[in-house]
């Protein structure tokens, strides 16, 4: 079936520090989607990107749809510790019987130093 | 509005024990899917169920497993004579429509099968 490789599996930042994660395929997807899970929680929903090319912000978020469909980019600026957790990027390609079902990143665990 | 709701929060039960997971959608959403979370890992899809469709079941992992979506709202996962490797997170997700798939997760039930 469909995989993405998430990386880096882990990193650890002073606060303050910007962030940089990826995710890739080796399908198109047309929809790429970045979660947020704190522990105990279900995944939060951080940014949604729709079209190939788009960089979309939340706050201090921000994330890509690469040109090619398969990989999409998130950053993090400035960290504060409440930026830990773990961080799922899905995609979703869109159309067809398998409408509906997302496909997850291994995540990426981020641990923030004062 | 209230967000999607899942019970019990903890299961803990013997192997060969039949368990029953419910799901309470978020009200309105006609998309409802189920994916299942291990220890560390990303999420894996389950089944997924549109309106009155029949339900997406290809992740389910084998026959003991099956979920029912009852007037099209609440959701129970069933997981018949429960094996060690059934233990992980449970995450039942909902969402307003196919083509925008901003699925939005309840806090999950953690079952652990001794």
């Known amino acids: 079936g469909q995989q993405l490789n998430q990386s880096p599996q882990s990193m650890f930042i002073q606060e303050g520090e910007d962030v940089s994660m990826n995710c890739t395929s080796s399908s198109i997807f047309n929809t790429w989607l970045w979660y947020k899970q704190d522990p105990g929680e279900g995944p939060v929903l951080l940014i949604a990107l729709y079209k190939a090319g788009e960089l979309t912000s939340n706050g201090r978020l921000t994330a890509q749809f690469g040109i090619t469909r398969k990989d999409s980019f998130l950053n993090i600026s400035a960290s504060i510790p409440s930026d830990v957790g773990i961080y799922f990027c899905a995609g979703h390609p869109g159309g067809g019987t398998s409408y509906g079902k997302l496909t997850f990143g291994q995540g990426t665990i981020l641990t923030v130093h004062p | 509005g209230a967000g999607v709701s899942q019970s019990p929060s903890n299961k803990v039960t013997e192997k060969g024990k039949d368990v029953e997971l419910r799901c309470d959608p978020i009200?309105?959403?006609?998309?409802l899917y189920w994916y299942r979370q291990s220890l560390g890992q990303g999420l894996e899809f389950l089944i997924y169920?549109?309106?009155?469709?029949?339900?997406?079941k290809s992740g389910l992992p084998s026959d003991r497993f099956s979920a029912e979506r009852t007037g099209g709202s609440v959701s129970t996962l069933t997981i018949q004579r429960t094996q060690q490797e059934d233990s992980a997170v449970y995450l039942c997700a909902s969402s307003s429509r196919t083509g925008k798939e901003t699925q939005y997760f309840g806090p999950g039930t953690r079952l652990l099968v001794l």
């Open positions: 009200s309105g959403h006609t998309a």
């Open positions: 169920f549109q309106g009155n469709s029949a339900p997406d």
